[in-house]
């Protein structure tokens, strides 16, 4: 049974989310501020955490970038707020996934189902390693290496690569890296540019002049050796 943690300061938007949850086959948790939620998934690991972003105290933003220090959990925020530098913030600060209130228990279930999905172990002899100069891609095994050590990458970027490493040298557009990596037939590309960029800090030597991860003007991205 997969578990999800809801951090919502809301009692009633929490205990829906809650209930609606546990409808639905969900083991779930709840905690009304960001300090009971980071408290509780050091001390009872979910699978998901969704978080809103107006939190007393610790606000959603630094939530997600304290559980982002230690954790590669997929993070959904669920919020009112759905201004362009809202999401992007969220996003930016290690988001997989932002849904806009109120939220359909059908979409979300399967925006957790869709995040479930992006299993990342494999049996030993099913390892590769697909090599873009000094960067390493293994899909199977979740590994990322730049210059032969490790990176650390969130499950939703480390999916973005394997699915352009797949395709080396060929354009993905963003629509495309929407259904793919996140399910959405139609959405908002920002998750995939959002995500892009952050994908550049962690693999180019310099984010601002990518060898790698490049734009192709007009039609999307591509990985280049």
Known sequence: ???????????????????????????VSG????????????SRPADTVLVDLMLPGIDGYECIRQLRRTDDVPVVVISARDDTDDIVTALEAGADDYLI?????????ARLRALRRRTRTAEPDEMRVLRFGDLEVCPEAGEVRV??????????????LCE????????????????????????????????????RQKIEDDSSAPRHLVTVRGLGYKLQR
Do not use: C, N
Request: charged share 30%.
């Open 101 to 109: 209130k109120p939220v359909a228990v059908k979409e979300l279930t």
């Open 147 to 160: 210059h032969g050590k490790p990176v650390a990458v969130t499950r939703t970027e480390f999916q973005l």
């Open 164 to 199: 352009l490493a797949e395709h080396a040298g060929r354009v993905l557009s963003r629509d495309q890296l929407l259904q793919r990596v996140w399910e959405y037939d139609g959405g908002d590309v920002r998750l995939v540019d959002v995500h892009i960029g952050r994908l």
């Open 31 to 42: 905690a009304s501020t960001a300090e009971e939620g980071l408290a509780a998934q050091r």
């Open 1 to 27: 049974m997969s578990a999800v943690l809801v951090i919502e300061d809301d009692d009633r938007i929490r205990l829906s989310l809650v209930l609606a949850l546990e409808e639905e086959g969900y083991a």
